[in-house]
C-alpha cells in the first residue's frame, strides 16, 4: 500500500490513484538486473551529492555508501586516519584549536607536518617506515594503501609504532604503547573477514 501526506498525516494512497502511479512504473528495464539499477542508482546519488554538497578543498576522497575500509581496525586507529585524511587532526600542520600553533613536524623539525609528511616523509621516522611501510608509497584517494588488508595493517602498526597523530602528551613512551594500541589491526583474519563483508 502506498501513502501519501495529507492534512491528518500519512493517508493511504487511493486504489485507483496507486494502479496508475504503478501503470507508469512497469519495472525495470529488460536485460538489467536488480544488482545493476542499485549500482546506477548509487552512481547517480553520489554525483549528486558531490555536487549539492561538495567537501571541502582539503579532503579529497569522495563520498561513498560503505564505511571506509581502515573502519575495520581498531576504534582509536580508525579515528586517526578519519583525523588526517580530513585534515583535522594533532598534526602540525592541522591546527583545530589555535591558529598560532606550530605547523613543522616535531620530529625532525624538516617540512610542515601535514598527512603525506608524517606517512610518507619524515626523516625520523625513517626506521619505523622501513620496518612497517616498505608497500605503502602513496596516500591519496585510489592508493592501494586504502583497500588491501595487509598493507591496511601496516599503516595501522606504523602510526601505533611512531604516535602518529596522538593527542599531545598521551604516552611518555609511545613506542612501548604500539602492541596495546594497535594488536587489533595484526587479526588480519578477522580484519579480512570485517573487508569482504563491505562487498554485499
Known amino acids: 500500500m502506498l501513502f501519501i501526506l495529507g492534512p491528518g498525516g500519512f493517508e493511504p494512497l ?12 512497469p519495472g525495470p528495464p529488460p536485460g538489467r538486473s536488480y544488482r545493476q539499477l542499485k549500482l546506477q542508482c548509487r552512481s547517480l546519488l553520489i554525483k549528486e551529492w558531490e555536487e549539492a554538497a561538495p567537501g571541502p578543498a582539503r579532503y579529497p576522497y569522495r ?3 560503505r564505511p571506509h575500509p581502515f573502519m575495520c581496525l581498531n576504534k582509536f586507529t580508525a579515528g586517526r586516519l578519519h583525523q588526517m585524511s580530513s585534515g583535522k587532526s594533532y598534526l602540525g600542520a592541522h591546527p583545530s584549536w589555535s591558529d598560532d600553533a606550530p605547523t613543522t613536524c ?7 607536518e601535514t598527512f ?31 583497500s588491501s588488508v595487509p598493507l591496511l ?7 601505533g609504532s ?8 598521551m604516552f611518555s613512551r609511545p613506542t612501548s604503547s604500539a602492541a596495546s594500541i594497535s594488536s587489533q589491526s595484526s587479526n588480519l583474519v578477522s580484519f579480512g573477514y570485517c573487508m569482504s563483508s563491505q562487498e554485499s
Open 14 to 25: 487511493p486504489v485507483t490513484s496507486q494502479h496508475l502511479l504503478c501503470a507508469q512504473y
Open 63 to 65: 563520498p561513498s555508501f
Open 106 to 112: 616535531p620530529n625532525c623539525e624538516e617540512a610542515p
Open 116 to 146: 603525506e609528511h608524517a606517512i610518507l616523509r619524515c626523516s625520523a621516522k625513517g626506521p619505523a617506515r622501513a620496518r612497517h611501510l616498505q608497500g605503502v608509497s602513496d596516500i591519496g584517494p585510489d592508493a592501494p594503501a586504502w
Open 153 to 159: 595493517g601496516a599503516l595501522s602498526r606504523y602510526i
Open 162 to 169: 611512531t604516535a602518529t597523530a596522538f593527542p599531545p602528551g
